[in-house]
C-alpha cells in the first residue's frame, strides 16, 4: 500500500534553514508528481508547492516568495522541501501528498516544524 | 484569507443530512474540478471526493458533492459520530497558478 513518510522536522530559530524529506513506497514514484502542504496551529491547509514527476517543472505558491524549494531523488523515492528564511509564522506541519491526475490521493502523517528563537 | 470559503463550522444529529459549501470564483472552481479531503486531528488528511464526484474505494456514497458555478457543495447523508472531523475543498486557481484550499469546516455531531 501506500506509504509517505515525513521527517526532518523540528525547532530551528528564525532565519535559519531546513530540510524535509518524505519517504514513499508502495508505488511507482518515479511516475506521479508529488505535493507539499502545510497545517499552522489553529489554520487550514495551505498547499506550498508540487513537483513533475521527473522533476522538471516546479509550482509554488505566490505567498513562499522564493524562500522554498522542491525537489526529489526518484532513485531513492525521496521528495525534499528545503526552506531558507524561516519565519516564526511558518511553524506547521508540514505534509506531503501523492497527486493523482488533479487531485492528492495519498498524503503523509505530517512533520512539525516550529520557528521559535 | 483563502480566495476559496468555507464557512468555519457545521453541525448536525445522527441520521440528519448536512450540507458544507464552498465558494469560489471563475479562475478556481468556476473552471476547474473541486476535490474534498476530511481531516482528523493528528492524522494524515484522507481524500474523500475527486473529480468533482468520484469517490475512492472505501469512501461510503452518504458522501456526495453537487457544483453550481463558482460553488461547490459537499453533502453527508446519514451522519453517524465517526463522521465529525475537519472538511477541506480544493481546487487549481488559473490565475494564481496554484492550488488552493478552502478555509475548512468543522463538522460536529451532536
Known amino acids: 500500500q501506500v506509504q509517505l513518510v515525513e521527517s526532518g522536522g523540528g525547532v530551528v530559530q528564525p532565519g535559519r534553514s531546513l530540510r524535509l524529506s518524505c519517504a514513499a513506497s508502495g508505488f511507482t514514484f518515479s511516475a506521479f508528481a508529488m505535493h507539499w502542504v502545510r497545517q499552522a496551529p489553529g489554520e487550514g491547509l495551505e498547499w506550498l508547492a508540487d513537483i513533475s514527476s521527473d522533476g522538471t517543472r516546479k509550482y509554488y505558491a505566490a505567498s513562499l516568495k522564493g524562500r522554498f524549494t522542491i525537489s526529489r531523488d526518484n532513485s531513492r523515492s525521496m521528495l525534499f522541501l528545503r526552506m531558507d528564511g524561516l519565519r516564526p509564522d511558518d511553524t506547521a506541519v508540514y505534509y506531503c501528498?501523492?497527486?493523482?491526475?488533479?487531485?492528492?490521493?495519498?498524503w503523509g502523517q505530517g512533520t512539525l516544524v516550529t520557528v521559535s528563537s | 484569507q483563502s480566495v476559496v470559503t468555507q464557512p468555519p463550522s457545521a453541525s448536525g444529529t445522527p441520521g440528519q443530512r448536512i450540507t458544507i459549501s464552498c465558494s469560489g470564483s471563475?479562475?478556481?472552481?468556476?473552471?476547474?474540478?473541486v476535490n474534498w479531503f476530511q481531516h482528523l486531528p493528528e492524522t494524515a488528511p484522507k481524500l474523500l471526493i475527486y473529480d468533482n464526484n468520484q469517490r475512492p474505494s472505501g469512501v461510503p456514497d452518504r458522501f456526495s458533492v453537487s457544483k453550481s458555478g463558482t460553488s461547490a457543495y459537499l453533502a453527508i447523508s446519514g451522519l453517524q459520530s465517526e463522521d465529525e472531523a475537519d472538511y477541506y475543498c480544493?481546487?487549481?486557481?488559473?490565475?494564481?497558478?496554484?492550488?488552493?484550499f478552502g478555509g475548512g469546516t468543522t463538522l460536529t455531531v451532536l
Open positions: 471563475s479562475s478556481n472552481i468556476g473552471s476547474n474540478t
Open positions: 480544493a481546487t487549481w486557481d488559473d490565475s494564481l497558478k496554484g492550488w488552493v
Open positions: 501528498a501523492k497527486d493523482a491526475s488533479w487531485t492528492f490521493d495519498h
